[in-house]
């Protein structure tokens, strides 16, 4: 393969401190005598920025100090420094392929002394810098880059079947490594840390540790870097959105960060966004944010959500849900067929499919067969609607708000509410369950409640 010239800088370094000439080194690699001469007056076989280092060790220290202020102390204007530290993903991040590139070479050819020294500047952007650096013995890596990896190292555990450590151990790892930030006064990084920290403890269900995390650096957190301080607060809203003080708290920060967009510049933000937005149900403004199908779904829209291509098993179980919550319970019928058929050799543990399996009963006149399913999904708005008990409900999530007012028999208010925030299938299956029968788009329509007469849904 082609070698890249930053290898060939590399190299070119190398054969310099062999002793080998000029004219030797550019046969040997096909590389310019002058940028070997720039190489040799460098001594060095990659640049990075000197002032950016400086300033990113500086907020290393002080993560607290604002653009403002570091401005001033650096003399440089505000957007100089905010690009200076995007190169340590700081304020935003640039991919700087040519050190991953290097990082990539050294470690596969074992040079972990000039490795180490890379490292320094090396932020992972891509699957495949994730790859390597979960495959860098802890002790190479500074300590910012463990944030980094012990994520990626969560999101291994936790999406895919791959077990590198148990949860337990990975915890620990990320505790130890806390303590050792804290001792070199690498505060960034110790920051930096509660984000793998969080999420495994959520993993684990540890729930009051994540709320001790909370009140104990809440104020802190508040004034970190922007992207750190999002990953972080999204993380502890996301895992504690069922708290109402929490909710309180942070629900408006959220709010105020969604009304820039800028949020859905970074992935990972925006995926975390969109699930608070869709587990707090404000499915409709969640879908004029992030235009996500899926949420076509619970707008009510079914028809066009049965035109989507998606075919994951995800999306066959919500497109078999849907023929039922349209009225047509033939299709319906089929479709759980072949979805039985599907999970009758192996194990699957999907909740809409358990519901879908209710319906179903519903549908065949086994209601009794139909509760215990619904209970054995052991969801408290579920329990809630099938018990007539308000208490299980979470009052701030529009979902838990329907649900009351249905066990309440206020269904014109349940109706406007879903229309207002979004949530018509979930209207429609909570009616289901609390009666233990099935209604559909069709025979709202037919109701006899003025309200919901002449049904109109639209994903806008």
């Not at 879908?356 to 215990?372: P, S, T």
């Not at 054995?376 to 329907?402: C, E, F, G, P, V």
């Amino acid at each position: 393969m082609k070698q890249k010239i930053t290898i060939k800088k590399y190299l070119a370094w190398k054969l310099l401190k062999e002793g080998k000439t000029f004219r030797e080194i550019s046969k040997k690699l096909n590389i310019s005598i002058a940028t070997i001469s720039r190489i040799k007056k460098s001594k060095n076989f990659f640049n990075f920025d000197k002032k950016a280092y400086k300033i990113y060790l500086y907020v290393e220290r002080y993560p607290f100090k604002n653009l403002s202020y570091l401005s001033k102390k650096f003399k440089m204007p505000i957007s100089t420094i905010y690009n200076k530290l995007s190169l340590y993903d700081v304020y935003g991040l640039r991919e700087r392929k040519e050190i991953s590139e290097l990082v990539k070479y050294l470690f596969e050819n074992k040079d972990f002394k000039n490795l180490r020294k890379v490292l320094k500047h090396f932020i992972p952007s891509s699957q495949g810098d994730y790859e390597i650096l979960i495959n860098i013995p802890n002790e190479l890596l500074p300590i910012n880059l463990l944030s980094y990896k012990f994520s990626y190292i969560y999101s291994k555990i936790y999406h895919t079947e791959t077990v590198i450590i148990t949860l337990k151990e990975l915890l620990y790892n990320i505790r130890v490594y806390k303590l050792r930030a804290l001792k070199e006064r690498m505060f960034l990084s110790y920051y930096s840390l509660f984000i793998p920290e969080i999420m495994v403890l959520r993993a684990l269900g540890k729930y009051d540790e994540i709320k001790l995390i909370f009140k104990t650096h809440y104020k802190k957190f508040l004034k970190l870097p922007d992207n750190l301080k999002k990953s972080i607060l999204l993380l502890i809203l996301n895992s504690l959105y069922f708290e109402l003080y929490v909710y309180q708290k942070l629900f408006p920060i959220l709010s105020r960060w969604l009304k820039h967009k800028k949020i859905l510049k970074d992935s990972n933000l925006s995926k975390v966004a969109h699930s608070i937005l869709v587990s707090l149900g404000y499915i409709k403004r969640a879908y004029n944010v992030f235009k996500v199908k899926s949420l076509i779904f619970y707008l009510g829209d079914f028809n066009n959500f049965l035109k989507s291509s998606d075919n994951t098993i995800y999306d066959r179980i919500l497109k078999c849900i849907c023929y039922l919550l349209n009225g047509n319970y033939q299709s319906f019928i089929s479709q759980m067929g072949i979805l039985e058929i599907t999970f009758q050799s192996r194990e699957f543990n999907d909740e809409n499919y358990k519901l879908a399996l209710a319906f179903e009963r519903i549908l065949k006149g086994d209601i009794e067969k139909a509760k215990k399913i619904i209970i054995n999904i052991q969801k408290k708005t579920y329990l809630a609607l099938l018990n007539k008990d308000t208490s299980l409900l979470i009052k701030h999530r529009k979902q838990d708000l329907i649900a009351k007012y249905i066990i309440k028999s206020n269904i014109k208010r349940a109706y406007k509410l879903a229309l207002k925030y979004g949530l018509i299938a979930n209207f429609l299956i909570y009616l289901s369950i609390k009666n233990l029968k099935i209604y559909s788009i069709k025979n709202l329509k037919n109701s006899h409640i003025p309200y919901i007469k002449h049904i109109k849904f639209s994903t806008t």
